[in-house]
């Protein structure tokens, strides 16, 4: 578990697509966010004020999130001098970069030293088991795709504020390192060795109260050449109640592999079900999610109500419109 | 590579199960077996020759195997005087243990002294790409299977060894820890990190004469809660033009999972196709190789009959019948 809140770590980002970490942060968990620390030439801006290591620790950060993709996979000079700072006021680092912070001879002894942590959320830090399949308490819906990058973190976590404004009980459970930094805890399946990944699922979302609803975010698509173990192994160790399918109606290809078609939404609808009532026969699909952005209102409200005929379940943009309807749906399970 | 003819070590193996994995190279590979190696104790046999260190290392062995389970997970010292002593000799080691033989110091040390390779086949050697989905050369077929342990491994290398008797061109392509063992590579497909397994098994069955078959190890089962990711990597990374689907009979329930029903041979045909389409759409299923070990002669010709007639295609006991059946059907495809 992260220690919040946050401060949030710009370094020098050259424009806002490089700190899209740190808005997903700020998106989805404002109330975490003390401020943002930017160095000299940072063109992103996340409307948070300014602060100094100094100033938000005293105004109760407690950890510095890197929220910063880094150029050419090193932490540089300029960086490495505001992290070794950070430990020695007292803040924990967490970072979703490939080159870990604690391979950095430097930032480990200064942790050492100072008695922080380095959270390097690309890696599991559990050795987690290999998955039993048996039901546990409680209820579970996930987020699957036609596709990867479609939406399904922004979906769950839309999910998550949703059903809460309904008086719903309901947790976002992260699968991929935004969303950990987000929330400050889950599991980056990416990384997990193959034969414990559904146990990595039953991990992260154990027995529950009845009438409480873990919204796990999905990884990567069924129908993804690279990465479809990782998709499956997310319904297995999920036992899901119910499927969210997400979709983004513009790609002409699977991402990053050119030849490759999108599935259907009713193939997705059909090969997910059918594995996902191995581990739970009552499995629905209740919705879809649709990532509109490309198109104008009118565009997007019809593409909506054709989906939803075609599917026979609501067809919602959570971004556009808000998740309230799957929910709904949810709640009437 | 694992350098060739071994010596198969069986240890104090208190019976023949204990010695399984020796038992498949011996199987296999009888050719590559210079003879056995047995301390005081032993009850395993595998009809080779006794033969010491010197001996076989005389008449050519490089590679001594740990074909035997060790009790509690450790090494014993017994095992390690005679390990060191092979290395002393100049025999490289190759184990599928848990506990790996780099992490023993005693035996890390002499491997360097005497610059011999320590190969722990349970952990990937190679840092293996993520898959690109792109077309390869050459046929694949992919053993998949209703449960975990029906006969995958097995059902391969007799059809490797059946189509090479047919004049085909035909290579087994091991992704477990028996199997890389038994042909000297491999993927060791439970250990390679999620993001990667795809990747793994492109790598293992890459570009290939027109006319050659790899026939690639499965593993789990798309429908088993706890491995079904591994399989679905298996069929995306090996785009296979062909599945031969593996059963045994006699399973009440999957592996490790009471309470989990086997599906049938029309459920894992249906599904696995489904997804073998997305990389390959000519793939086909041609045949079902069954277990039939627990039946009488007469009764297991009346059960391939009916699962024949059942599914439509050649069903056949691999080790009872031989799989000339099977290799027809690919050679026909």
């Known amino acids: 578990m992260i220690q919040t809140p946050y401060?949030?770590?710009?370094g020098d980002a050259p424009d806002g697509l490089a700190a899209k970490v740190a808005q997903g942060i700020r998106d989805w968990r404002p109330d975490q966010c003390v401020g943002q620390f930017r160095l000299e030439g940072c063109k992103a801006d996340l409307g948070l004020p300014d602060m100094s290591l100094a100033d938000a620790y005293a105004n109760g950060a407690r950890t510095l999130v890197i929220g910063v993709a880094n150029r050419g996979g090193v932490i540089s000079q300029s960086w490495r001098a505001v992290l070794l700072e950070a430990l020695e006021i007292g803040y924990d680092l967490a970072s979703g970069l490939h080159n870990l912070l604690r391979n950095d001879?430097?930032?480990a002894a200064a942790a050492q030293v100072h008695g922080r942590t380095l959270h390097d959320v690309r890696v599991p830090g559990v050795a987690y088991?290999?998955?039993?399949?048996?039901k546990r308490t409680g209820k579970r819906v996930l987020a699957?795709?036609?596709?990867?990058s479609v939406g399904k973190m922004y979906t769950a976590l839309a999910l998550e504020r949703d059903m809460v404004a309904l008086g719903m009980k309901a947790t976002f459970r992260a699968t991929g390192q935004t969303g950990i930094l987000i929330t400050g805890a889950g599991v980056p399946l990416d990384a997990v060795i193959a034969d414990f990944m559904a146990g990595s699922i039953e991990y992260l979302t154990p027995d529950n109260d009845a009438d409480h609803w873990d919204i796990i975010e999905g990884q990567g698509s069924l129908f993804h050449a690279s990465y479809s173990g990782v998709s499956l192994a997310l319904i297995h160790g999920g036992q899901p109640d119910a499927l969210v399918i997400c979709h983004e109606p513009t790609r002409t290809h699977m991402r990053g592999l050119p030849g490759y078609a999108l599935p259907s939404l009713e193939a997705v609808r059909d090969t997910a079900l059918t594995m996902a009532h191995v581990v739970n026969p009552n499995c629905k699909v209740v919705g879809v999610s649709v990532n509109t952005k490309a198109m104008g209102e009118d565009e997007a409200r019809a593409y909506l109500a054709k989906v939803e005929a075609q599917v026979g379940v609501p067809a919602v943009d959570p971004f556009r419109h808000g998740a309230t309807r799957l929910a709904e749906a949810l709640a009437a399970l």
């Open 7 to 10: 401060l949030l770590f710009l």
């Open 129 to 134: 088991p290999i998955a039993t399949g048996e």
């Open 105 to 107: 001879n430097a930032l």
């Open 144 to 148: 699957v795709g036609t596709d990867c």
